[in-house]
Each structure stands twice: as structure tokens, then as C-alpha cells.
């Protein structure tokens, strides 16, 4: 069964951290990342890693701040988010996509406070 299953989301106030872990039920992923969408407005890519040459890729927004990673045993991506600005509150989903598909991970929800 083809499943991404994601953790990590929370509440925290401006200026804090969080790390979100997506873990994969299937192998042969050729990227693995992370968009977020907030109310009112299109879902965004956030950041991606390409498994195949370890390549990264970012938003401009969160450049310098976030960084996302791979444990390839466990097949799970990682998104360290640093220095959370409100402006970072959306839903985050995690994506994966293969020779055939992509796949979306369920979302959890990343508040930032004020």
C-alpha cells in the first residue's frame, strides 16, 4: 500500500523551530518534499530533495531557514524548519513522486505565533 505518513507539526511562536518527518511506504522515489498551503491561497512547493543526485531544492521564502534532508534506511524525508515567521502558518504536505505518480502525504497543520 503506497502511504506517506507525515509528523512533526505543531504550534510555536515566531522565531521558534520545528521538524516535520514524512516516512514512505514504497521505494523507487525519485523526489520527496514538502508544499504547504495557507487558507485562502494555492498550495506552494516548499522544499524538495532529489533522491537520485542528493540535489536540494527551496522556496525563496524559507531559504537560509529551513532544510530538508533524507534518511534513505528509513526512507523518510526530514524539513527542519528554523526561524518561523507567521507568515510560515499553512497546512504542509509532504509529496513523493515516482517513475508512475505522485503521491501526497496527509498534511499537518503549522501555526506560528506572533
Known amino acids: 500500500q503506497v502511504q506517506l505518513v507525515e509528523s512533526g507539526g505543531g504550534l510555536v511562536q515566531a522565531g521558534g523551530s520545528l521538524r516535520l518527518s514524512c516516512a514512505a511506504s514504497f521505494r523507487g522515489i525519485n523526489t520527496m518534499g514538502w508544499y504547504r498551503q495557507a487558507p485562502g491561497k494555492q498550495r506552494d512547493l516548499v522544499a524538495a530533495f532529489i533522491t537520485i543526485n542528493g540535489d536540494t531544492v527551496y522556496a525563496d521564502s524559507v531559504k537560509g531557514r529551513f532544510t530538508i534532508s533524507r534518511d534513505n534506511a528509513k526512507n523518510t524525508v526530514y524539513l527542519q524548519m528554523n526561524s518561523l515567521k507567521p507568515e510560515d502558518t499553512a497546512v504542509y504536505y509532504c509529496?513523493?513522486?515516482?517513475?508512475?505518480?505522485?503521491?501526497w502525504g496527509q498534511g499537518t497543520q503549522v501555526t506560528v505565533s506572533s
Open positions: 509529496y513523493a513522486d515516482n517513475s508512475f505518480s505522485r503521491y
